[in-house]
């Protein structure tokens, strides 16, 4: 079966990755798969920097204000609501791009989650321990620990593809079985080939994006909106709200924190996510290819490689 060709535009937080796509969709018929795990959440806008509803009317967005708040959704549900949407698209005649900086979100679409139908919350949190396991201490420590309780599998990847090694770590530390030994070693490969992008920000410049931004959200009513959220029945205590962002202003809404303090904790909490999403980039997408800050450049590059990629 032949793959498709599929194009991720992601990045740290901030850099650039809406503007892109939307440029992009000037020159090409393209249709976005948003990768971005809050902007699944109805009335979450302002502190999720959500496009806005000029910006969603100019090509069609997918899975944006898909869920409530307080409902469950997850980068497994993810992959098979993406798979479907992304089979539609291209029935229509349209192009996938997919856009965000959700990594976990990405890698399920792009490489796959092997399924164990007794524990998949478990082997979730599992994989994201590891994940963050990577990102603290690097894939050769995780090579390593494969050598140690499954040598078959760490021959087999000897390249050290952290996909590939938190897949087979993650099975053993779920069952305590070797992965190559499983009969879960035989991977359902997906069926994509996924080119991935993103903008190279130096880091004072992205911390300055970022910090503008925070006082943008605040200015343009986060705090408006965050209450709104908990009039609404919504608690504190959601995944949805413990996040950057919601989780400062409701300590401000609390007396917890100035406004001052506020800002300047989010804009903090921020540069921290987006330090961490670049760590991830650079562990698990090796292959990724860096971009310039020129806009028009990067239209025309992704663009001409599109173009060669794709049948439309």
């Known amino acids: 079966m032949n793959k498709i060709d599929s194009f991720v535009l992601t990045g740290p937080t901030a850099s650039g990755k809406t503007e892109l796509a939307l440029a992009l969709s000037d020159y090409l018929p393209i249709e976005i798969i948003s990768a971005d795990s809050r902007q699944i959440y109805r009335f979450m806008d302002i502190g999720t920097a959500k496009p806005t509803k000029d910006e969603l009317s100019r090509v069609p967005h997918h899975f944006i204000d898909i869920k409530n708040p307080d409902e469950y959704y997850s980068a497994g549900v993810f992959e098979k609501d993406a ?6 698209i291209i029935s229509r005649g349209k ?10 979100y990405i890698k399920a679409l792009c490489e796959g989650f092997f399924q164990d139908e007794n524990s998949s919350s478990e ?22 620990e494969l050598s140690a309780v499954d040598p078959i599998s760490a021959q087999k990847y000897s390249d050290m593809n952290p996909r590939r090694v938190i897949r087979a770590l993650s099975y053993y530390r779920l069952t305590g079985i070797p992965f190559s030994v499983s009969h879960s070693s035989q991977l359902i490969e997906k069926n994509y080939n996924c080119y991935y992008f993103a903008i190279d920000i130096p880091r004072k410049l992205l911390y300055d994006k970022i910090n503008l931004r925070t006082v943008n959200m605040w200015n343009n009513g986060l705090l408006k909106e965050t209450i709104k959220l908990l009039e609404m029945g919504y608690t504190e205590n959601l995944n949805a709200l413990n996040t950057v962002g919601y989780k400062e202003t ?20 921020t540069r921290h996510y987006a330090k961490r999403q670049l760590t991830w980039f650079k562990n698990q997408c090796p292959e990724i290819k860096w971009l310039n800050q020129n806009l028009t450049e ?3 590059f992704l663009v001409d490689f599109i173009k060669k990629k794709s049948v439309f």
């Open 83 to 88: 798979d479907n949407t992304i089979q539609e």
């Open 95 to 104: 192009i996938p791009v997919v856009v965000g900086g959700s990594g976990l």
């Open 123 to 144: 082997l979730l949190a599992i994989r994201e321990q590891l994940e963050q396991e990577l990102a603290e201490k690097g894939r050769l420590a995780l090579y390593q």
């Open 250 to 269: 409701i300590l401000f809404i609390k007396g917890n924190l100035s406004k001052k303090n506020t800002i300047s904790r989010i804009q903090q909490n």
């Open 298 to 300: 990067n239209v025309k």
